[in-house]
């Protein structure tokens, strides 16, 4: 009985040993990607990329383009249901598009660029439509510690301005 006892205490110890390690046990890691959120209105708060604007008027969205990394991209309206569906994140590039966030306002939204990519100081340039343009430029440094953990450093600036968070979501007033 003892030798049964033995034996079986000697197979639990090596499944236990062997399913936190062989078993799959690496933590997956989805890095968040980067999609910039950009609000834009009058002096008087009224969003400008709303028909229904209220203001002066509103910006013609058939003219607004954006250009990063010297590639145009025109503005477009966001299509969604196009994510895939994988056990890690995988980024949805979409370009720029013009969106609507939970309380019913118009935003443009760029991205979604991979979070894991190195960008230094990449510019995307905003062109209004009527002449005026805006530069939000993005540092992103990725990298793996020893340890097995990220390690992400984001930072923005506006207008060559660094903003204080590393949250992009930017508001321009026209």
């Known amino acids: 009985m003892k030798v049964l006892y033995y034996i ?3 197979v639990v110890a090596c499944l236990c040993a062997v399913s936190c390690s062989v078993m799959g046990s690496e933590m997956i890691w989805d890095i968040n990607p980067i999609v910039l959120h950009v609000y834009v209105s009058d002096s008087d708060g009224n969003n400008l ?5 209220s203001g002066s008027g509103h910006l013609d969205i058939d003219k607004i383009y954006a250009v990063f990394d010297g590639q145009n991209y025109p503005l ?11 056990k890690a994140y995988m ?15 118009k935003y443009l939204s760029f991205g979604e660029l991979d979070g894991e ?7 995307l340039i ?15 440094h990725f990298k793996w510690k020893l340890s097995g953990e990220p390690s992400i450093t984001r930072r923005y600036y506006v207008n060559g301005k660094q903003t204080e968070s590393d949250i992009a979501t930017f508001r321009f007033v026209k």
């Open 8 to 10: 079986f205490s000697v």
């Open 49 to 53: 990329l709303s028909e229904e604007s």
């Open 76 to 86: 477009t309206v966001e299509d969604e249901g196009k994510n895939p569906h994988t």
């Open 91 to 105: 980024p949805d590039f979409q370009g720029l598009c013009l969106s609507t966030d939970f309380y019913g306002n």
């Open 117 to 123: 990519e190195e960008l230094k100081n990449v510019d």
């Open 126 to 140: 905003i062109y209004w439509g009527d002449g005026t343009s805006d530069t939000i430029t993005i540092f992103n």
